[in-house]
């Protein structure tokens, strides 16, 4: 009616009777408390009431439009396929992670690559995934990296151990011990000989084992000792099938990093996952 000062031509536009206009009309004056129209000899004109109220239609009309706009968007981004890469280790943890993302996004369907962290970087430096959930990255390669998350490593034994008996363990009498480490390219390996480096400790003996669950059932066994993160083997000493030792200078403090090439632009998928580990990261620890 505002657009076309006619009440035949906003009647036909709106498929309604003219009566029931003129109604309309009379109806929105009456909330005004002032006349919106006035006729001039054959025209009509909005008051400066009219005005006003057109004005507010307007921006009601492009607020709605706004907004299911945005609701389009969300469920648009809501759908979809998100390929996710992360640490052997991280996976003790991203899986409560994403159990709760799946209850949230349903309809996202999640590609779940558990690997060493060389193919990690590999990954990283082809740009094959959406994102990385990884221990510390390196500066040789250019990516943007968020920590979210504490990973200490500990050192386990199995509960029999000699050395549960001593009070304090220096790193030095550690050289002697036999410890159970995983594969070449693992991050929490390159993380212990790098500690260890650092202390001048030169460890005597290892058995190299490609999963952490070995590591684990080896370690139970009597075969050595470890060093693990903490996210998997929090079941274990629960149940007291393994103990944590606590040498001086121990854990070794590390941290879960949300990862992906520079200058690459996360999919809307790939930002709202983003946002939720960051969200949740305090919930996932308590898991
Ligand atoms: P990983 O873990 O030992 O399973 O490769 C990655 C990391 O801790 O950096």
Not at 27 to 39: S, Y
Not at 135 to 154: C, K, Q, T, Y
Not at 280 to 287: G, T
Request: charge should be neutral; proline fraction near 5%.
């Amino acid at each position: 009616m505002a657009e076309n000062l006619s009440y035949t031509k906003a009647a036909s536009q709106l498929h309604l009777s003219q009566p029931a206009v003129s109604m309309q009309v009379k109806q929105l004056e009456q909330t005004a408390g002032m006349p919106l129209l006035e006729q001039v000899g054959k025209k009509l004109y909005l008051t400066e009431a009219g005005q006003i109220m057109r004005n507010c239609a307007n921006d009601i009309s492009d607020r709605l439009k706004e907004t299911s706009e945005k609701i389009a968007q969300l469920q648009g981004y809501q759908r979809g396929s998100l390929k996710i890469s992360v640490a052997t280790t991280a996976s003790y943890f991203v899986i409560y992670m994403l159990k709760r993302f799946s209850e949230l996004y349903p309809q996202i369907t999640i590609n779940l690559d558990v690997t060493n962290r060389s193919s990690l970087l590999e990954q990283l430096s082809k740009n094959e995934r959406d994102i990385t959930i990884m221990g510390e990255p390196p500066n040789s390669l250019d990516l943007v990296a968020r920590p979210f998350m504490d990973n200490p490593l500990i050192m386990i034994a199995a509960p029999n151990d000699p050395l549960l008996k001593k009070k304090r363990i220096r790193l030095g009498e550690l050289a002697s011990q036999t410890f159970v480490i995983r594969e070449e390219g693992s991050g929490t390996r390159a993380a212990i000989q790098r500690f260890f480096e650092n202390a001048g400790v030169e460890i005597q003996s290892t058995i190299e084992m490609s999963s952490n669950e070995a590591i684990k059932q080896a370690v139970q066994a009597g075969l050595g000792l470890a060093i693990v993160s903490s996210h998997t083997v929090k079941l274990e000493i629960e149940s007291g099938h393994l103990v944590e030792i606590r040498p001086l200078q121990f854990p070794i403090m590390r941290k879960w990093y949300l990862v992906h090439p520079a200058g690459k632009i996360l999919s809307p998928l790939a930002s709202l996952f983003d946002s939720f580990v960051m969200d949740y990261k305090n919930e996932v620890i308590d898991e």
